[in-house]
C-alpha cells in the first residue's frame, strides 16, 4: 500500500464502497457512501494490510480519506524510524563493545 489511491482500492473491495481518487479530498461527510461503520472497519483493514497499528485517534479526527491515508501512512513512516533509529543504537553499542574489548584498560 503506497497512496490514497491504494486505500481507496483497499475500501472498495473489502468494505463494498464506490469511492473514486477524487473522493480523496471531499469531506468524508460529503461522500454518499461513507459511514462511520466503514472509517471503523477500515482502521482494521489498514492495520492488518500495513502489518502494525494505526493511531486510531488520528484517523478518527481525519476529515478526508487523504488525511485518513496521512495518519497511517505516518505510523509506517514513524514505526520504521523508530526500527532504523532502535537498529542504530544497538549497532553502536555493539561497536562501542568491539572498541572496548581491542583496547587494553
Given at each position: 500500500m503506497q497512496s490514497v489511491v491504494?486505500?481507496?482500492q483497499l475500501a472498495n473491495l473489502?468494505?463494498?464502497?464506490e469511492l473514486t481518487a477524487h473522493d480523496a479530498e471531499r469531506e468524508l461527510a460529503e461522500?454518499?457512501?461513507w459511514d462511520s461503520?466503514?472509517?471503523l472497519r477500515l482502521v482494521g483493514l489498514l492495520e492488518a494490510e500495513l502489518g502494525r497499528p494505526v493511531p486510531v485517534a488520528e484517523v478518527l479526527e481525519a476529515?478526508?480519506?487523504?488525511?485518513i491515508w496521512t495518519a497511517a501512512s505516518g505510523a509506517v513512516s514513524n514505526a520504521s524510524a523508530s526500527r532504523?533509529?532502535?537498529d542504530t543504537a544497538v549497532s553502536g553499542a555493539a561497536s562501542d563493545t568491539?572498541?572496548?574489548a581491542a583496547v587494553p584498560a
Open positions: 491504494d486505500l481507496i473489502r468494505l463494498g464502497t461522500v454518499p457512501c461503520v466503514h472509517l476529515r478526508t480519506l487523504d488525511e532504523a533509529a532502535s568491539a572498541v572496548s
